[in-house]
């Protein structure tokens, strides 16, 4: 019984850590892009990686589904070429949050890179920095509160994820029920004790980032 | 919008014409009302039984809210303003009783139902004993068993098998038995255990067994009055348990209570 109420709490923090993983090389480079480059899809783009934190999560559950279930066009390549399938997996829980942390990560940490007077780099570049040198020992660091931010968001959001987990992984004991799955499976069978330890747990984590994310300076939050 | 008719409507207004928009969608119906609370499995059947209901009792209008019985049980246990619970098992009914939410006299076996494992039409044999020899990756779709009374019945009849914990590894669970039914019907699984009853009107999908022997489960619907509910309730009750209402389940596969 002991380990079985543990898991839930393991699970949720394999899979922000997975999700974490997935979205923090892929959004700070992205971030990176959409604050320095100018390019004709720029717009677009940027709409594009808006569009989660802004869809209903049962919608983001619905279109994970119809892209990567059986049927779905990449999920019915998988499954043909590789059978792999992802719908009901700890792999599914893991895209879902990937795809709902990513927009809050880029989000938060663009604005920081934006702050990084672009004079800073240009010295760099004359000092002889190639460009990924001058990313990493300028930019970046000079824009460490955003990215640090950006990331314990992300982290939140990653393992806060409720409706389209639980549509394209499922909520299944022992394997996919995440804590804020376990949530509301405990609290419609009557555990509230259960609830509440992984309520307090979530809860705490929520205030600890929201500790983190705030001091990490008004500027990487207010723009 | 002019700019004076911006001025003029203050916020106040805009609240107050909202609350009017809100109020309206809750509006109240001026006959007898019955709020039902049921079964996902009763999805089909409850729209025909609940407008013979209404026939049999003019200017009566029934509505319902479906979920897996043992999500409607707890909604019910914190208050939620329901006249009349039919359930897909007697667990769960016979629990708001012990908490006093329902009227134990009340209480009526309304139909009975069958337990079945389903798969694709065309897709390989298989049957409750054989689950644990479908290809390595196949799963098997079951309700819930901790508030899906269908998933209940599948662990304990699973369990007789021999069969539950070895099956672990392939079970996905389902919220209620109608997502278990979606489950097979979309190919994520390779067999859902859900009531025969799942099946009507369902093409894509065909029974590869059936429940069967001493330790086979015996699925019953099972209706009950609210306690502080409308008194219409147990008449809904009764109207399930007569032949007019049994004849309704009847036509939609339930067995005879």
Not at chain 2, 190 to 215: M, N, P
Request: glycine share 10%.
């Amino acid at each position: 019984m002991m380990g079985d109420a543990v898991f839930p709490v393991l699970l949720s923090l394999r899979v922000a850590v997975l999700a974490l993983a997935i979205v923090a090389p892929a959004g700070v480079a992205l971030a990176l892009t959409q604050a320095r480059a100018r390019y004709r899809l720029r717009r677009l783009v940027d709409v594009l990686i808006l569009l989660p934190l802004v869809l209903p999560p049962s919608v983001i559950g619905f279109f994970l589904i119809l892209v990567f279930g059986r049927r779905g066009a990449i999920g019915g390549l998988l499954d043909s070429v590789l059978g792999v399938r992802l719908v009901f997996t700890p792999a599914a829980a893991v895209i879902a949050s990937a795809v709902v942390a990513f927009p809050i990560l880029v989000k938060t940490v663009q604005p920081a890179i934006e702050a990084v007077p672009v004079e800073l780099e240009l010295v760099a570049r004359t000092l002889g920095l190639s460009s990924i040198a001058v990313l990493l020992r300028v930019t970046l660091p000079a824009a460490w509160r955003g990215v640090l931010a950006g990331l314990v968001l992300g982290f939140a959001r990653a393992i806060g994820e409720f409706g389209a987990t639980l549509m394209f992984a499922g909520n299944i004991p022992g394997r996919t029920n995440t804590m804020p799955l376990e949530i509301f499976t405990a609290y419609q069978t009557g555990d509230d004790s259960r609830a509440a330890l992984y309520v307090a747990i979530l809860t705490g984590l929520s205030v600890g980032v929201v500790l983190v994310a705030n001091s990490s300076g008004p500027r990487a939050m207010s723009r | 919008m002019s700019s004076r008719a911006l001025a003029v409507m203050s916020p106040c207004r805009t609240v107050v014409a909202l609350l009017a928009c809100a109020s309206t969608m809750a509006c109240e119906h001026k006959g007898p009302e019955v709020s039902i609370a049921a079964a996902t499995s009763l999805r089909a059947v409850m729209p025909e039984l609940m407008h013979a209901y209404d026939l049999a009792h003019p200017g009566s209008h029934s509505s319902a809210t479906y979920g897996a019985s043992g999500e409607l049980r707890q909604q019910i246990e914190a208050g939620a303003p329901v006249d009349v619970v039919v359930f897909a098992g007697e667990r769960p009914v016979d629990e708001l009783i012990k908490e006093g939410r329902v009227d134990a006299a009340s209480r009526r076996i309304v139909a009975t139902n069958e337990l079945v494992l389903v798969g694709t039409k065309g897709g390989p044999p298989v049957t409750f004993e054989t689950l644990l020899t479908l290809p390595d990756g196949d799963r098997v779709a079951v309700g819930d068993p901790r508030t899906v009374p269908a998933g209940e019945y599948a662990r304990d009849y699973l369990s007789t098998l021999g069969e539950w914990d070895a099956l672990q590894p392939r079970v996905v669970t389902g919220a209620n038995v109608g997502a278990v039914l979606v489950y097979a019907r979309r190919g994520e699984v390779a067999a859902a255990i859900v009531y025969a009853t799942e099946l009507r009107g369902v093409t894509d999908l065909v029974v590869k067994d059936t429940a069967h022997g001493d330790h086979a489960p015996h699925p019953k619907v099972v209706a009950a009055a609210v306690h502080g509910g409308r008194t219409e309730g147990a008449e809904f009750v009764r109207f399930l348990s007569s032949s007019a209402g049994g004849k309704i389940l009847a036509s939609f596969g339930f067995g005879a209570p």
